[in-house]
């Protein structure tokens, strides 16, 4: 038997990368928005202050009863951050998601959208 000896193929030709163009501007003006305007948002009734720089908000839901199609109202409480302590039970708020502050508290308090009305407290 003779051993064919063999012979290396040519190799291709590398072509150069082609050149990456500078990012188009966003054509949708939703894209455009900055981090803090793409959060999520959520709104909902103060239900407790006691805590220090902490809300407790009550965020109501309506959504259709799969057996009797009628709505029903689901609600889920909130811990929020409140920095200033601006915000009083009864108040409507927004809330802004945020980076974890502590084991429960995913939420920042952004604005007070109506404030609850002023009630005399009487003590008994």
Request: proline share 6%; aromatic share 4%.
């Amino acid at each position: 038997m003779v051993a064919e000896k063999k012979t290396a193929k040519p190799k291709a030709e590398k072509k150069p990368a082609p050149a990456v163009a500078a990012p188009a501007k966003a054509a949708n003006p939703a894209d455009a928005r900055n981090s803090l305007e793409r959060r999520n948002t959520i709104e909902g009734v103060v239900v407790s202050n006691k805590m220090q720089k902490t809300i407790v908000v009550k965020v109501d839901r309506r959504v259709i009863h799969s057996a009797y199609k009628k709505y029903v109202v689901r609600s889920r409480r909130f811990k929020a951050h409140d920095e200033k302590n601006d915000a009083k039970v009864g108040d409507r708020v927004q809330l802004v998601e945020s980076r974890p502050l502590s084991r429960e508290k995913r939420w920042v308090l952004r604005s007070i959208i109506r404030r609850a009305p002023q009630v005399a407290e009487v003590n008994a």
